[in-house]
T-cell receptor, first 115, second 115 residues
């Protein structure tokens, strides 16, 4: 799976949009971009994923550049509860054996939402 | 949505004893489950991939005789840390493929402390 690069940390004021960037310049055509977050001492939580089109759900929006070499996760109105480590992961689809491919976590971005 | 239940959430054991961690998919069948370990202030490291009815696949550097994985049914996978030592103290997390479009669902994690 392709590697990703994220800033180590970011700050965001509560109520503002948090824009978290991710570079994945070696992504291949069948690989998806996934975003997860991990609040302290909990298991990671799925946020959103996409292949090439922009995606939006109740939690966030995912903007993927046309060349797919980078993406941005947008939390439209950050709250204190959004303080967490955010992981951008590139993952392929099912393996030829039909089994699920694994997720490889990088170091992520530590987002601190402040008052 | 898909839920993965992981127990216990915390366990303290004496050095030399064994500890079993359970991971159950509550509302879906998980052919494949993944086991991760996370040390303080570090990212999640994949330990092994557990496939129902077959032997687990371990990542390089993970001792298969020390970390026993059993995936006997489509809803239950267990990780047993055998002859635990203080250096095995860590946060252990399982995950499984959830319903379509939801990516992987993670358990809430198990904080193991070996004294």
């Amino acid at each position: 799976d392709a590697k990703t690069t994220q800033p180590t940390s970011m700050d965001c004021a509560e109520g503002r949009a948090a824009n978290l960037p991710c570079n994945h310049s070696t992504i291949s055509g069948n690989e998806y971009v996934y975003w997860y977050r991990q609040i302290h001492s909990q298991g990671p939580q799925y946020i959103i994923h996409g292949l090439k089109n922009n995606e939006t759900n109740e939690m966030a929006s995912l903007i993927i550049t046309e060349d797919r070499k980078s993406s941005t996760l947008i939390l439209p109105h950050a709250t204190l509860r959004d303080t967490a480590v955010y992981y951008c992961i590139v993952r392929g689809g099912l393996l030829d054996t039909g089994t699920a491919s694994k997720l490889t976590f990088g170091t992520g971005t530590r987002l601190q939402v402040t008052l | 949505g898909a839920v993965v239940s992981q127990h216990p959430s915390r366990v303290i054991c004496k050095s030399g004893t064994s500890v079993k961690i359970e991971c159950r998919s509550l509302d879906f069948q998980a052919t494949t489950m993944f086991w991760y370990r996370q040390f303080p202030k570090q990212s999640l490291m994949l330990m092994a991939t557990s496939n129902e009815g077959s032997k687990a696949t371990y990542e390089q550097g993970v001792e298969k005789d020390k970390f026993l994985i059993n995936h006997a049914s489509l809803t239950l996978s267990t990780l047993t840390v055998t002859s635990a030592h203080p250096e095995d103290s860590s946060f252990y997390i399982c995950s499984a493929e959830g319903t379509a479009g939801g990516g992987y669902t993670f358990g809430s994690g198990t904080r193991l402390t070996v004294v």
